[in-house]
């Protein structure tokens, strides 16, 4: 059909640099136009086939390209896009590109999930037995907290005035969201205590 198209433009006597210009203009007019849609479908072809999660899971994506860290449960995996529903109940279209060409963060994979409460006290009121008794105990009691892995306390920063330590601990399967469980129960164990939950991904020794 190009090759007719060519012969008909001879015919009428009209150069083939200016048909060749013409053709070559729509193509990478078309290229550009419909790049970003190839991309969106060859990673949802990936993700299809792959499964590097699934439906039900909670995951978090972050792609240097897509500023905000969107954590949430996967709804559905459409060749062109990802849908997460997030904490506030909104959700989240996610182009395939920007989750293939990203770290995704699969929270459901593992049973278990470790998590970290940072505790400042005044120096007076802490005892190193005592206080590591006090959390161990509060934590034990906590049944969202796994036994094994088993909790460790660590100092993280001594001062004259306050000493400051980290609570790592092991969520059950299906108690994220019962983190506040952890706090509570440690706020009653350590009235003068601050607490604050440190991000798990954020890696800490």
């Known amino acids: 059909m190009i090759i007719d198209a060519f012969w008909v433009f001879a015919i009428w006597g009209v150069a083939i640099a200016f048909p060749v210009t013409v053709f070559g203009a729509l193509t990478v007019t078309f ?8 991309k969106d479908l ?8 792959e499964r590097p999660f699934h439906i039900g899971d909670s995951i978090t994506i972050s792609n240097a390209a897509y500023a905000p860290l969107h954590t949430g449960v996967v709804e559905s995996i459409e060749l062109r896009a990802t849908k997460l529903r997030i904490s506030s109940g909104e959700q989240v279209i996610v182009p395939n590109t920007l989750v293939f060409g990203g770290i995704v963060i ?4 593992y049973a278990e999930r470790r998590s970290t409460i940072n505790v400042s006290l005044p120096i007076e009121a802490f005892d190193k037995q005592e206080t590591l008794d006090q959390i161990l105990k509060a934590l034990k009691e906590t049944d969202t907290v796994a036994e ?3 909790p ?3 100092v993280s920063n ?3 005035e306050h000493v400051v330590l980290l609570v790592h601990f092991w ?3 299906g108690k994220f969201a019962s983190i506040s469980d952890v706090m509570y129960t440690l706020r009653k164990a350590l009235p003068k ?6 991000d798990s991904t954020v890696e800490i020794a």
Do not use: E, H
Not at 193 to 198: E, I, K, Q, T, W
């Open 31 to 38: 290229t550009i136009a419909f790049q970003d849609i190839l």
């Open 42 to 49: 060859v990673a949802g072809f990936y993700l299809l086939m």
């Open 106 to 109: 699969n929270n459901s994979y």
């Open 148 to 150: 094994v892995p088993a």
């Open 152 to 154: 460790i306390v660590v």
């Open 158 to 160: 001594y001062t004259a």
């Open 171 to 173: 969520i059950r399967k």
């Open 193 to 198: 205590a601050d607490l604050s939950y440190v």
